[in-house]
């Protein structure tokens, strides 16, 4: 069955960088939409970012600049990394999948989902 699993969260100050890792089995990942989203207490999951087939690449506009994804076909993985963290960015960080083009920033388009790392930011 399909996995995606996260990994690179963890307690970072602020200023500070972190790079999550998400290492997907169980689909033909090179043909699939990854998007990361984002959830804090008390909030909605929103959108981070999303990287097609294509490597085409979407953003939040609270991240561009900052963050960037990418994808690595051959391990079968797509990255976060996150730069000038603010305490804002403390959320538990999800990794998706989707099958089809679509609307990437919606949640719902996304079939797949991992379990979710913590990344806490703090001053």
């Known amino acids: 069955q399909v996995q995606l699993v996260e990994s690179g969260g963890g307690l970072v100050q602020v200023g500070g960088s972190l790079r999550l890792s998400c290492a997907a089995s169980?689909?033909?990942?090179?043909?699939?939409?990854m998007g990361w989203f984002r959830q804090a207490p008390g909030k909605e999951r929103e959108f981070v970012a999303a990287?097609?087939?294509?490597?085409?690449?979407f953003y939040a506009d609270s991240v561009k600049g900052r963050f960037t994804i990418s994808r690595d076909n051959a391990k079968n993985t797509a990255y976060l990394q996150m730069n000038s963290l603010q305490l804002e960015n403390t959320a538990v960080y999800y990794c998706?999948?989707?099958?089809?083009?679509?609307?990437?920033?919606?949640?719902?388009?996304?079939?797949?989902w991992g379990q979710g790392t913590q990344v806490t930011v703090s001053s």
């Open positions: 998706a999948a989707a099958s089809v083009g679509g609307a990437y920033s919606v949640a719902r388009f996304y079939g797949y």
């Open positions: 169980g689909l033909t990942f090179s043909i699939y939409v």
């Open positions: 990287i097609d087939r294509s490597g085409s690449t």
